[in-house]
């Protein structure tokens, strides 16, 4: 597979694994049980942005790039999104750990797996061993926007330069 651009389906097989957050497992000390989470199914019946950062608790991901989407939720969930889901190729456990590290305790922002990277490499926008900085919109199972940033900057992976795209 090649890169994604707006008007692509998003692809068939995507599989990513998180902790769904719980009022039970909300202390950062808690832990849940991973689960899968058929990307490709679910995106079909709802209006995602899938955000893909190089990793949990890295400097721009965890002092610009979370925090531009935790600010701007409500705006986002304004134009219409039903889920933000931040992907990295962490572990669910320290993907589950860096969402309570960054305050979120429901569903408006989910974050996890892509193991190994694996969907990040199937489109090219990884960074080696890691994911890659990019955001992808998808509306009922159509790619309506994507883009990445290379390098530390969030101008296009950001909220701000995803709120432009809605």
Same mark, same amino acid.
């Given at each position: 597979?090649?890169?994604?651009?707006?008007?692509?389906?998003?692809?068939?097989?995507?599989?990513?694994?998180?902790?769904?957050?719980?009022?039970?497992?909300?202390?950062?000390?808690?832990?849940?049980?991973?689960?899968? +989470?058929?990307?490709?199914? @679910?995106?079909?019946?709802? &209006?995602? *942005?899938?955000?893909? /950062?190089?990793? =949990? #608790?890295?400097?721009?991901?965890?002092?610009?790039?979370?925090?531009? +989407?935790?600010?701007?939720? @409500?705006?986002?969930?304004? &134009?219409? *999104?039903?889920?933000? /889901?931040?992907? =990295? #190729?962490?572990?669910?456990?320290?993907?589950?750990?860096?969402?309570?590290?960054?305050?979120?305790?429901?569903?408006?922002?989910?974050?996890?797996?892509?193991?190994?990277?694996?969907?990040?490499?199937?489109?090219?926008?990884?960074?080696?061993?890691?994911?890659?900085?990019?955001?992808?919109?998808?509306?009922?199972?159509?790619?309506?926007?994507?883009?990445?940033?290379?390098?530390?900057?969030?101008?296009?992976?950001?909220?701000?330069?995803?709120?432009?795209?809605?």
């Amino acid at each position: 597979m090649s890169e994604l651009k707006a008007g692509d389906n998003f692809p068939e097989g995507v599989w990513l694994s998180y902790i769904p957050p719980s009022p039970a497992i909300s202390e950062f000390s808690q832990c849940g049980t991973p689960v899968p +989470y058929h990307a490709s199914e @679910e995106f079909k019946t709802k &209006k995602i *942005v899938l955000v893909s /950062i190089p990793g =949990a #608790f890295t400097p721009t991901c965890s002092g610009s790039h979370i925090p531009s +989407y935790t600010e701007n939720i @409500e705006a986002l969930k304004a &134009k219409g *999104v039903d889920h933000v /889901i931040v992907i =990295a #190729f962490n572990d669910p456990f320290v993907m589950s750990g860096w969402g309570k590290a960054n305050g979120v305790q429901d569903d408006k922002i989910l974050f996890m797996t892509d193991k190994d990277a694996k969907f990040s490499r199937s489109i090219g926008w990884n960074a080696g061993e890691r994911t890659g900085r990019y955001a992808i919109i998808i509306d009922n199972g159509k790619v309506t926007y994507a883009s990445r940033d290379d390098g530390p900057g969030i101008e296009n992976s950001g909220a701000l330069g995803v709120l432009k795209h809605l």
